[in-house]
């Protein structure tokens, strides 16, 4: 534990030049919005793979599950393993396929459950877990209806759902399957989704395997249909306060969990006629007011972005002008008066009535919101503000 004077100036250290702040009340906000949407018999898992979506997963696991979840889900073994390190108890499904005995062991040593996709993983899994005198390993088999990403193919599910039953050392916890459609307002694709899953489900049940928990519902199955939900649903863009879809903004209200933050490292004023950054992508048509920022493409901020995005100072929007560089970049800030070196500019967030969220960068860019989320480098510290519930120990990382 770090004594308050340490963890204090740590923290101030921390916001000394650029840093991602995360807003912990803004989780248990969205995990109280997203349950409103559950019958009481569909559990929230919190997805916090690759880092929490960006947002530090240590903290966000720890406030997702004081909220109200109650299974965490990652997409690798040592993403799980930090989360089980740091002293996280809750159920760890790992969304990823894992396939070596080291691999298996690691997944029994510190209590995570898998993702079954193949028969023939079914068989490495148990042969492996055989050899360690443990109690049998909760799996959780992944069946393909159209992502045409991981599992078995449905029409194949009976067979490979009495394999795994037959297997001794394997207890099935869960078959779930993967929309890959569910944001979009043409319904066909995820209604032929559902129904392969549970003709599948049918047919397994048909056969004499116990029908263990059902899950397919990723944030955006999670928003539109409820039918969806079956008996736990994996949120994780909605989680972090964003929208699969400009078009659910109506069915919940959602608090975006990140923001970044940089300072004004240097002020000056350039004449007309004056080039920015490198290759002059801007030239000043007038006097103009700069700030500096230290913050750049290797912290995250995308390089295409230069001379596109925007900066919120002191409440007031302002273009960011010239190229972004790899550790600054240059705002003007001539509409601005009074600024000091120091000053605290967001980059995304909202400061005032202004806001620019990862959406705005997402449709610059010709890509989606999570991306962008998963952008932000680890040169840039992960603050976090606010706690998730009373009593609840603020962790910062
Ligand atoms: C990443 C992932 C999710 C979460 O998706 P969101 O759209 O961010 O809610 C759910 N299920 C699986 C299998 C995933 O890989």
């Not at 790992?94 to 997944?107: M, N, S, V």
């Not at 869960?174 to 043409?186: G, K, M, P, R």
């Not at 030239?283 to 230069?306: C, F, K, M, Q, W």
């Not at 959406?359 to 992960?382: N, Q, V, Y």
Request: contains cysteine; aromatic residues 6%.
């Amino acid at each position: 534990m770090l004594s308050w004077e340490q963890s204090s100036s740590l923290a101030k250290m921390q916001r000394e030049r650029a840093w991602v702040e995360i807003d912990l009340t803004a989780i248990a906000h969205n995990v109280s919005q997203i349950k409103r949407l559950l019958q009481s018999r569909t559990a929230l898992m919190a997805v916090v793979k690759a880092d929490a979506y960006g947002h530090g997963s240590i903290a966000i696991a720890q406030a997702a599950l004081q909220s109200g979840a109650t299974w965490l889900g990652v997409a690798t073994i040592p993403e799980g393993i930090e989360l089980r390190e740091s002293g996280i108890q809750a159920p760890i499904l790992i969304l990823g396929a894992t396939y070596t005995p080291e691999q298996i062991r690691a997944i029994a040593r510190w209590n995570l459950q898998p993702t079954l996709c193949t028969p023939k993983q079914a068989l490495v899994f148990a042969e492996t877990i055989a050899t360690l005198n443990t109690s049998p390993l909760s799996v959780h088999l992944k069946l393909d209806t159209g992502m045409s990403r991981l599992g078995t193919d449905w029409q194949a599910a009976m067979e490979f759902a009495q394999l795994v039953q037959r297997l001794p050392n394997l207890a099935i916890a869960s078959i779930y399957s993967h929309l890959a459609t569910a944001e979009s307002l043409d319904r066909r694709v995820v209604h032929q989704q559902q129904q392969r899953f549970e003709t599948a489900i049918a047919q397994i049940k048909a056969a004499g395997v116990k029908v263990p928990k059902l899950h397919l519902a990723n944030s955006a199955g999670t928003l539109t249909d409820a039918t969806l939900h079956y008996d736990m649903v994996r949120v994780g863009l909605a989680l972090y306060g964003l929208y699969p879809a400009a078009h659910l903004k109506s069915v919940l209200s959602l608090k975006s969990v990140l923001q970044v933050k940089a300072r004004i490292t240097q002020l000056k004023t350039i004449q007309a006629g004056t080039g920015v950054s490198y290759g002059h992508r801007f030239v000043a048509d007038r006097e103009t007011a700069i700030a500096v920022l230290g913050i750049g493409y290797a912290d995250g901020i995308p390089r295409n972005l230069s001379n596109q995005m925007n900066a919120i100072v002191r409440g007031q929007l302002v273009p960011q002008i010239g190229a972004v560089t790899m550790d600054q970049l240059m705002l003007d800030v001539s509409q601005v008066p009074n600024l000091q070196e120091g000053d605290v500019v967001t980059i995304l967030g909202h400061d005032g009535q202004e806001s620019i969220s990862a959406d705005d960068w997402a449709e610059t860019l010709g890509t989606i919101s999570w991306e962008i989320l998963c952008s932000f480098k680890h040169r840039l510290p992960r603050v976090a503000v606010g706690q998730a519930l009373p009593g609840f120990a603020l962790d910062v990382k």
